[in-house]
Each structure stands twice: as structure tokens, then as C-alpha cells.
């Protein structure tokens, strides 16, 4: 069975994108719609980005990605490995 992986994030579908070649280290990976697929030699990681409702904050507008992970040919410390390194490029703190 195919490990999978999913989060929801605060961000547009472009800032998602932007974030993409940091989060993934450096592997290479093609767009397909919805859909980012990247290869990893004999692995791949099927990346599906949906949209979701805006939540309101207050007066803030938060966009939100759900994005769902699936791993071939991974075992599972190896794609909750790669769930680490994605969060640790892709996390955005606030303050000042």
C-alpha cells in the first residue's frame, strides 16, 4: 500500500507553487493541472493541490490548499521523511 500524506495550508495555489522547488530539495517534478508530480529515481510523490473555501479571521481572508501526498515506492519513514523536509521549507512564521 501506497503511503499518503495530507495537510491543509494557508496559501494561494501561486504561493504553493513558488514554495514547490524548495520544498521538494531540489528533485525535479512536472505540473499537470491540479497535479505535481515528482520523480525521485525509481520513486515518484503524486502531489494534488485543491482549493478550499477562504476562512475569515477578523477582518483577514486566509486562502487555504488542501494537498494530498501519495508516495510510490516509498516506505513509510521514507515519506514521513519527506513530509519533514517539505514542512521545514515551506513554514512561515509571523511576527516582527
Same mark, same amino acid.
Given at each position: 500500500?501506497?503511503?499518503? $500524506? !495530507?495537510?491543509? +495550508?494557508?496559501? +494561494?495555489? #501561486? =504561493?504553493?507553487? &513558488? &514554495?514547490?522547488?524548495? &520544498?521538494?530539495?531540489?528533485?525535479? /517534478?512536472?505540473?499537470?493541472?491540479? =497535479?505535481?508530480?515528482?520523480?525521485?529515481?525509481?520513486?515518484?510523490? $503524486?502531489? !494534488?493541490?485543491?482549493?478550499?473555501?477562504?476562512?475569515?479571521?477578523?477582518?483577514?481572508?486566509?486562502?487555504?490548499?488542501?494537498?494530498?501526498?501519495? %508516495?510510490?515506492?516509498?516506505?513509510? =519513514?521514507? &515519506?514521513?521523511? %519527506?513530509?519533514? /523536509?517539505?514542512? =521545514?521549507? !515551506? %513554514?512561515? #512564521?509571523?511576527?516582527?
Amino acid at each position: 500500500m501506497k503511503p499518503i $500524506r !495530507t495537510i491543509e +495550508t494557508q496559501c +494561494t495555489h #501561486a =504561493q504553493f507553487m &513558488a &514554495a514547490l522547488p524548495s &520544498a521538494c530539495g531540489g528533485l525535479p /517534478y512536472e505540473i499537470i493541472d491540479n =497535479q505535481v508530480i515528482v520523480h525521485d529515481n525509481d520513486k515518484q510523490i $503524486r502531489i !494534488t493541490i485543491n482549493d478550499q473555501p477562504i476562512r475569515h479571521l477578523g477582518s483577514l481572508n486566509l486562502p487555504m490548499e488542501k494537498v494530498e501526498f501519495v %508516495f510510490d515506492r516509498y516506505s513509510e =519513514q521514507q &515519506a514521513d521523511d %519527506f513530509m519533514s /523536509y517539505y514542512r =521545514q521549507h !515551506t %513554514f512561515r #512564521a509571523g511576527g516582527g
